[in-house]
């Protein structure tokens, strides 16, 4: 059976709003977001910019990091991704 990487991602709309998701490809889902082809929410609020991504093994973890990070206030998401990158960037 094929493995396949799952990841949950925070993008930046060009309004400056959070959109988080689920995909198994960032490459293509941002294009698809950037060519107006993705989430609804965010066709209108192009360019948007990868600002985190999280690798998890099954698509129910990431799914769960997607819906926890979505019930987050904004500042507690800025400090989430915030934290997350300064950690990965040592």
């Known amino acids: 059976m094929e493995q396949t990487n799952h990841y949950f991602y925070v993008l930046e709309c060009s309004d400056g709003s959070y959109y ?3 995909t198994v490809d960032i490459n293509e889902r941002l294009k698809k977001h950037n060519n107006g082809k993705g989430a609804k929410y965010t ?3 192009t360019p948007v910019k990868l600002l985190y991504s ?3 093994k099954t ?3 990431a799914l769960k990091m997607e819906i926890s990070f979505k019930k987050l206030p904004r500042k507690a998401k800025e400090q989430y991704i915030s934290s997350e990158t300064s950690d990965i960037e040592g």
């Open 20 to 22: 988080a998701g689920y």
């Open 43 to 45: 066709r209108g609020r």
């Open 54 to 56: 999280e690798e998890f």
């Open 59 to 61: 698509k129910s973890e």
